[in-house]
């Protein structure tokens, strides 16, 4: 597509459900990104695929998130037993590769993001 | 490990005045360095980066950034301020390990008065 969509938009759960947030990245980008946004921060990292694997997923904050991107375009946020402090903006972004750091490829479009509020 | 700190949480400026939003880096190499703009309700708009070419890097909107390793710093400018300049902006860094792990500063929310 043209951009990095992101549904839903908007996502109100009560604590302790199960929430899947999709991202659908720009066509042909290879690698994608997850962060999330909290009220008054800038975002932090989740996680990063690239193609169908998780290339680095040190950011997760615990077991209960996980993603997948089983065909290396689409790709779902998975969110188990949900707390409050889940609570965010949830940001996917996309690249056509993540090259070398010294050669600027790694720019990344961002979506406007899915935004998550546990009751 | 890298960091970023913005040094204003909000900034107001005037109508055609100038604009400085500053940053300052931590990095055990040469790194990667971004400025992004957030509209209300939307993306992430990459403003321009820096990945060790020229010093002095243009972006887009007539914003530029100069990379001054002496000062650790990536400070952001602007000659004069338009009112649809007024957003949230985040200076980036790129993480040391994955290179998709980016690092975003706070962010400065810029108002612009007419």
């Known amino acids: 597509g043209a951009g990095v969509s992101q549904t839903p938009s908007n996502k109100v759960t009560e604590k302790g459900k199960y929430v899947e947030l999709r991202c659908d990245p720009i066509?042909?980008?290879?690698?994608l990104y997850w962060y999330r946004q909290s009220l008054g921060q800038g975002p932090e990292f989740l996680i990063y695929?690239?193609?169908?694997?998780?290339?680095?997923d040190s950011g997760l904050p615990n077991d209960r998130f996980f993603a997948v991107r089983p065909e290396g375009s689409v790709s779902t946020l998975k969110i188990q037993r949900t707390e409050r402090g889940d609570s965010a903006v949830y940001l996917c972004?996309?690249?056509?590769?993540?090259?070398?750091?010294?050669?600027?490829?790694?720019?990344?479009?961002f979506g406007a993001g899915s935004r998550l509020t546990v009751l | 490990a890298q960091s970023v700190t913005q040094l204003d949480s909000h900034v107001s400026v005037s109508e055609g005045t100038p604009v400085l939003l500053r940053c300052n880096y931590s990095?055990?190499?040469?790194?990667?360095l971004f400025w992004y703009v957030q509209h209300p309700n939307k993306g992430l708009q990459l403003l321009l980066k820096y990945t060790s070419a020229a010093t002095l890097v243009k972006g887009i909107n007539g914003f530029e950034a100069e990379f001054k390793k002496s000062e650790t710093s990536f400070h952001l400018t602007k000659p004069s301020a338009h009112m649809s300049d007024a957003a949230e902006y985040f200076c980036?860094?790129?993480?040391?390990?994955?290179?998709?792990?980016?690092?975003f500063g706070k962010g400065t929310k810029l108002s612009v008065k007419p």
């Open positions: 980036v860094v790129s993480g040391e390990g994955s290179q998709g792990n980016l690092i």
């Open positions: 066509s042909g980008h290879t690698a």
């Open positions: 695929f690239q193609g169908t694997g998780a290339a680095d």
């Open positions: 990095s055990s190499y040469s790194p990667s």
């Open positions: 972004a996309s690249s056509p590769y993540p090259g070398r750091r010294s050669s600027g490829a790694n720019v990344l479009t």
